[in-house]
């Protein structure tokens, strides 16, 4: 079964400061993935996709993410976080039918 | 607007009893899912539907079922097997099952579940 893991439960960065969400993910051929954000009590919206060509995909609210299949990874960033970015981040990918999701990164902002 | 809405917000379930929790979607979208949510485990899919009168289970479909008579609408009941059913429930809906650049899982605000 396929399988993405979020190693970092709890993030804290201070306003400005640079932000890199750490996923990896276990797939044995090209993997669609997907990060997704979601506010206390709401549901998900997506961030960004990559399904396949440029390795580096731009999002909304200024994200961004890089596949790397050497490392199995999709790491998020941003250069620069904003109060408004505190929620929890999922990253997901695409296994038949179905998405898998890892368990989420709680992102915390220190103003 | 276009969208999916789930209701109600917040439901209560006493012992023993069933509760259906309602998702309509209006993005004229095939594909509709159901995936529960506990802190610190993610999303795991419940039941999914690529067509009317058509579902599949996913991965924790003991103790819940759902129906889809209608394109728009996809029904999840948690019924009294489902020993734990306290959960965040979300629905989703994606224009088809099959994966591709335009095939995008939309989601609900989602229903909180909780058990008097």
């Known amino acids: 079964a396929q399988s993405v893991t979020q190693p970092d439960i709890h993030i804290t960065v201070s306003e400005g400061a640079s932000l890199e969400l750490r996923c990896n993910y276990s797939?044995?051929?090209?993997?669609?993935l997907f990060w997704y954000v979601q506010s206390p009590g709401q549901g998900l919206q997506l961030l960004l996709k990559?399904?396949?060509?440029?390795?580096l995909v731009q999002g909304i609210k200024g994200f961004e993410a890089e596949f790397k299949r050497s490392q199995s990874s999709f790491n998020l960033r941003k250069p620069s976080v904003h109060w408004s970015d505190a929620a929890e981040y999922f990253c997901?990918?695409?296994?038949?039918?179905?998405?898998?999701f890892g368990a989420g990164t709680i992102l915390r902002v220190k103003s | 607007d276009g969208g999916i809405t789930q209701s109600p917000k917040y439901l209560f379930r006493k012992e023993g009893q069933n509760v259906t929790l309602s998702c309509e979607q209006n993005?004229?979208?095939?594909?509709m899912y159901w995936y529960r949510q506990d802190p610190g485990q993610g999303l795991r899919l419940i039941y999914y539907s690529q067509i009317v009168n058509d579902f599949q289970k996913g991965d924790i479909a003991e103790g819940y079922s759902v129906s889809r008579e209608k394109k728009e609408s996809f029904p999840l009941t948690v019924t009294s097997a489902q020993k734990n059913p306290t959960a965040f429930y979300l629905c989703a809906s994606s224009i088809g099952l099959l994966w591709g650049a335009k095939n995008i899982q939309y989601f609900g605000a989602g229903t909180r579940l909780s058990v008097l």
């Open positions: 993005l004229n979208h095939d594909a």
């Open positions: 997901a990918v695409a296994d038949g039918n179905k998405l898998v």
């Open positions: 990559y399904f396949s060509g440029d390795t």
């Open positions: 797939y044995g051929a090209t993997p669609y």
